[in-house]
């Protein structure tokens, strides 16, 4: 504890003789004042005396061997305190030492005895004295005592450590200490607390109330303590890290130049100019890689931003700035390319060849960029592979599938720790030349979040007007985009903004016919599941009577990605038995594929459900591709209700309503009973209930199925019908017509009746559906009236 400070700021400093030493009665105690120190008994403590009264009071009780009482002042700016100063309990006190300084200052060394209280003060000394009545010191022992003296104990030794430097015959003391009054005070003696709460302690004479006091002070400090203690910790290790850091770092510069091998900050600047000189950079961003090298190289090697402005530097220089040499387009190779990768799909290879004839003839002009469309597994993403065989370039791929942030494709600023350019730049380097044909997978399914709309970011990169000047938010230079060849796949085009739709052209991918997958199946598939599973051509084969049965019976979808999953269990089965020993050559058959894959998932049930008046077979489109729909109705005795059901949507619902109204208008011509509708319940049915079904295409079928439920017609089995309708009897043209056509076709079917006004998406329809279809054109309602429903028993019976 550092002296107390009691001398005043002006007062002269004047020692009293002993000639002018005044008789004090042996009753009365001498009285020193001291401004910001409370002394304790068993504490010995030195103090500063500076007023010629306190110094004299201290002489006197020196000669005569007499006791002080050392009493704190109430104001510590008081020079010359009187009675009404000063607290009323102090402590007895005796003087070990007297000391006077070189400096003329006067110190004391005072132990404390025991507690005082002053009873009255003498008037007329030279200095305070006073009659006082002594404290004894509480003796009372108790389980609550002994427990707060114990954890006072712990709160105090706990406290010691926790202080920078603090002697060890502290902690020693505290812990022979076995008298909780003196752990008390002595702990309060050493505790960084103002003077009047240590006065407020000395006061407390209740041993349990003033251990109380004392411990949650204590608790306070320690928390302080504590904080402070893994603060510098941290700071400690921090500083050592980063010092060990700088040490190893000058000693290995010490060494290499002891080595002859330089300066190694020097070299790794030379070496950043030279990759800047080689990567060909436009001005502006060759103006900031020099600017950024003068940065790094005015850094300590131990700066934190070192680091990122050399990571900044190395993106800049493997950059392929440079363009390279054009390769010659060789559209007969091309040609060759694209029949080898696809079976089918003309087309669509046309438009490609057509894409390829213009890159090779104006290189330097803006291209289109293509966006297929399509179901899952028809070969959109090959397609972009495809291309770049075709273009002899660097294919490389981005995934745009769940990205929601627009960081994703204008990259972070460089002020965030751990930032990167976006995935576009990133793609570019990883192709490693500025033409490369870039893939942007499922753009359709970007999302959007609080980080910003990434569909937006992509306006830039897909526009051939603003991407030769694309400013990635790491890079902050220019990056010329015009070369890319992008190439974007989706599998819907609702999903994709407008804006966005509208800088990409559209081709849509259909699905494939059932002899289209077949021949994919022996030219691709096979081979490459036979690949996949280690089998050799001799050792397994499938033959095509197999793979039909497993197209029909365990496959339902547009594209080919189920049908090779099914053909790689065939073959892991063939591969188990060649593996045991079993055989040597197996060869699977269709009778064979039921013990291999099970019974057939799918079979044609169109003849079964449409046997029975109030059924009709409707097509759908779907995310995937094109879909049978099965529409149900039935009647039962009631009032004229109309009741939904298999989870129609709003559209869907407005359209059965809009069909039985059309049948009620036209009973009369239909052949229709009108009292039926006011006594009997109709009731709609869509299968496959778990499945959301809504728009307006199942219009036709909704009423060809109200139509032959009501006059007890059956409906044609072979066929299957779409198309909106109207009020007054016109069929409306919808969307989806090649997805439905090839459904159609894969489902068996052999006729399709599609509004008239859908004509101009015949020439989209594959060749393959076309051949196996009859079509037959709807202009008004009653044009499917005649051609769907099949006569009635009574008009049956009279033709016979």
Known sequence: MPPANEQPGSA???????????????????????????????????????????????????????????????????????????????????????????????????????????????????????????????????PEIEARFLNLQGQAIEAIQLLPQAPAELVAALRATTSPAALADLTTSYMDIKPQEKQEILETIDVRLRMEKVSNRLAERLEVLRLSHEIGQKTRATFDERQREAILREQMATIQRQLGEGDGKAQEVAELNEAIAKAEMPPEAESQARREVRRYERMPEAAAEAGMVRSYLDWLTELPWALPAEKEIDITAARRILDEDHFGLQKIKSRIVEYLAVRKLAPQGKAPILCFVG??????????????????????????????????????????????????????????????????????????????????????VLDPEQNSTFRDNYLGVPFDLSRVAFIATANMLDTIPGPLQDRMEIISLPGYTEDEKLEIARRYLVRRQLEANGLRPEQAEIDAEALRLIIKGYTREAGVRSLEREIGRAFRHAAVQIAEGSSNRVILAAKDLTAVLGQPRFESEIAMRTSIPGVATGLAWTPVGGDILFIEATRVPGKGALILTGQLGDVM????????????????????????????????????????????????????????????????????????????????PVGGIKEKVVAAAAAGLTRVMLPARNRRDYDEIPQGARDKLQFVWLERIDDAIAAVLEPSKEAAKAIG
Do not use: W
Not at 29 to 46: D, E, K, Q, W, Y
Not at 377 to 401: E, H, N, P, Y
Not at 695 to 714: D, K
């Open 653 to 732: 619902r407005e359209s059965v309503q809009a069909a039985l109204t059309l049948a009620k208008s036209r009973a009369a011509e239909l052949g229709i009973d009108p009292a039926i509708f006011e006594k009997s319940d109709i009731h709609v049915h869509v299968p496959a209930g778990a499945t959301p079904k809504d728009g307006p295409s199942a219009g036709v079928a909704m009423f060809t199925a109200l139509v032959s439920l009501l006059t007890n017609r059956t409906v044609r089995s072979d066929t299957a019908m779409t198309g909106e309708i109207s009020l007054r009897g016109l069929v409306l």
């Open 375 to 460: 179901p899952p597994g028809v070969g959109k993403t090959s397609l972009g592979q495809s291309i770049a065989r075709a273009m002899d370039r660097a294919f490389v791929r981005v995934s745009l599938g769940g990205v929601h942030d627009e960081a994703e494709i204008r990259g972070h600023r460089r002020t965030y720790i751990g930032a990167l350019p976006g995935n576009i730049i990133q793609a570019i380097k990883k192709a490693g030349s500025r033409n490369c044909v870039m893939m942007l997978d499922e753009i359709d399914k970007m999302g959007r979040g609080i980080q910003g709309d990434p569909s937006a970011a992509m306006l830039e």
């Open 12 to 142: 002269p400093s004047r020692v009293i003789s002993g000639a002018e030493a005044v008789p004090i009665p042996s009753d009365a105690l001498i009285i020193i004042p001291v401004r910001n120190t409370v002394l304790f008994p068993g504490i010995v403590a030195p103090i500063t005396i500076g007023r010629p009264r306190s110094i004299a009071a201290a002489q006197q009780a020196l000669r005569e061997q007499r006791p002080v009482g050392i009493l704190l002042q109430r104001n510590p700016e008081a020079d010359d305190p009187g009675p009404d100063d000063l607290y009323r309990i102090g402590t007895l006190a005796n003087i070990v030492r007297y000391i006077t300084a070189p400096d003329e200052t006067h110190h004391i060394i005072c132990q404390g005895v025991q507690r005082v209280r002053i009873v009255d003060f003498l008037p007329g000394t030279p200095f305070p004295a006073a009659l006082v009545l002594n404290i004894p010191e509480p003796t009372t022992i108790s």
